[in-house]
């Protein structure tokens, strides 16, 4: 049986990667891997926010159909996971987990793993902590359930995440409870698990999982990194002061911004976001390298993709709160697998949550019927691919109160859907399609070509149609009287 390492890049956009295009060398380990293996180059993620892009790699379903959308949302007990299918088949199922919405608020998503290591915490739990002296080690076995249920409060609470992302606050939680992990430790851990779990002569075929969050905000990348990809910061003290306040705004990081971001504050941004991108890589290619001298690449599938993106600024959004246009759902991935050609690309476009199936019959497990297609079969150009995005709601409750216009101007409270066929992407608020792009000609899409093509447009929506009633149930329509609520309590509706 084929080992499985599944490595989630999150908050990463595609076309920051040099492998996709970037004129800037930001990733030069994925793109070597990318190479060598497989790349795909038009994944789309099935949404543009955390919980629930990881709610669709790990059971292979939309966010309608598994509803874990929201901040408080559970996956429901009779819907298996990844790791519960591959456990039940005789893996040894361990996470190296950077991310709290994923590895500390319940989710559910935790649901099958032997091993769940945390890097997201005020009380990391590591691998190594079985060596430390009894007192630590003690202590933080005991107050580790304590500051787990403080990060669901804070997770799950409108009003104490609002006041957690202050300028007052943001500096001291981003850096006492490691909001974004350990990128380095998390590396240095998952080799030394895996190679003690295969030197003590174990023949049980081992699955990691590995969340790295080094691209997400704040931006604070190490000076050589900076250097690297953005040498002309050096002189420049204004984007240093930008970023540094930038960071600081945690209720910025996924509010349409107002005033837009001028040329070169967005620019700053985008420096410091690839140096993180780069940082990031450089860990990476300490695990590939180890994997390939090792050998392990020989009986391990190996998968490196993103969750989903990041806007910038772009179309009038910031973050991934809200949206679903290229820069959130365009996502890298790629691949090595002894059941995929060597350096190969496929151009057909693909859905992330395919990587259920796909990691599933990489396992020899059969995905079952109904389930999506895995990665494996023969891709088929004409399959259209679908992303949702279910507005959060805890950020909605701070918009609420930082600029409560612009929900109604820019009807935030609405879900967004795209459906990607061949070249076109339509996408669509509610049910009403609003712009139509060539993405392969226009991948910033800032041609909106709904009126000049309304032919292709009326496919798309139907192809979008038939899918969202299949997926539509009484789990999501409790999910829209939550945001009638909303709408309700803004005074939006009677």
């Avoid at 995929?340 to 019959?361: D, F, K, Y």
């Amino acid at each position: 049986m084929q080992n499985i390492i599944l490595i989630i890049l999150d908050t990463l956009r595609r076309d920051r990667l040099s492998a996709y295009g970037s004129g800037r060398e930001t990733s030069p380990h994925f793109d070597a891997f990318a190479a060598e293996h497989t790349r795909f180059a038009r994944a789309v993620a099935p949404a543009q926010w955390t919980i629930p892009a990881h709610g669709s790699l790990f059971t292979g379903l939309m966010p309608s159909e598994h509803h874990v959308t929201q901040a408080n949302s559970r996956l429901a007990d009779d819907v298996p996971t990844l790791a519960e299918q591959l456990r039940a088949a005789g893996y040894h199922t361990t996470a190296f987990c950077n991310n709290a919405l994923v590895g500390v608020v319940n989710h559910g998503l935790q649901r099958g793993f032997d091993r769940f290591y945390n890097y997201a915490s005020a009380v990391p739990y590591r691998p190594g902590d079985v060596h430390k002296p009894w007192l630590r080690r003690e202590a933080s076995r005991r107050f580790r359930p304590t500051a787990r249920r403080i990060g669901n409060w804070f997770a799950q609470s409108e009003t104490l995440f609002r006041l957690s992302l202050k300028p007052l606050f943001v500096p001291v939680w981003t850096r006492y409870i490691n909001f974004k992990g350990h990128t380095g430790n998390s590396i240095s851990d998952l080799i030394a698990y895996w190679d003690a779990h295969h030197a003590g002569g174990s023949d049980q075929p081992l699955f990691a999982f590995v969340n790295l969050m080094g691209a997400h905000l704040p931006y604070q990348p190490p000076q050589d990194a900076i250097n690297h990809v953005a040498p002309h910061l050096k002189q420049d003290r204004r984007a240093y002061d930008f970023v540094h306040h930038f960071n600081r705004d945690g209720a910025a990081w996924a509010s349409p911004p107002e005033p837009p971001l001028t040329d070169w504050q967005q620019q700053a941004l985008l420096d410091f976001y690839d140096a993180e991108i780069f940082a990031q890589d450089q860990h990476i290619g300490r695990l590939l390298a180890h994997l390939k001298a090792t050998g392990a690449l020989d009986n391990t599938t190996v998968i490196i993709a993103a969750d989903h993106g990041e806007g910038h600024g772009e179309h009038d959004l910031f973050g991934h709160g809200f949206g679903v246009h290229q820069e959130l759902v365009h996502v890298p991935l790629a691949i090595a697998s002894e059941r995929l050609p060597r350096s190969a690309t496929v151009e057909a476009n693909v859905s992330t949550r395919q990587l259920h199936s796909t990691m599933l019959e990489a396992a020899g497990i059969e995905p079952g019927d109904g389930a999506v297609p895995s990665l494996f079969q023969a891709q088929n150009p004409a399959l259209p691919v679908l992303s949702e995005a279910f507005p959060p709601l805890t950020f909605v409750g701070v918009l609420e109160h930082r600029n409560p216009s612009i929900i109604e101007r820019m009807l935030l409270l609405e879900t967004r859907r795209c459906v990607v066929h061949e070249d076109h992407k339509l996408m669509l608020r509610g049910e009403q399609p609003v712009a139509l792009y060539d993405i392969a000609s226009d991948p910033a899409e800032t041609r909106n070509l709904l009126r000049t093509q309304p032919d292709r447009a009326a496919l798309l929506a139907r192809m979008a149609g038939a899918a969202v009633s299949e997926w539509r149930s009484d789990a999501e329509a409790e999910q829209d009287q939550q945001v009638l609520e909303h709408l309700r309590v803004l005074g939006y509706i009677d």
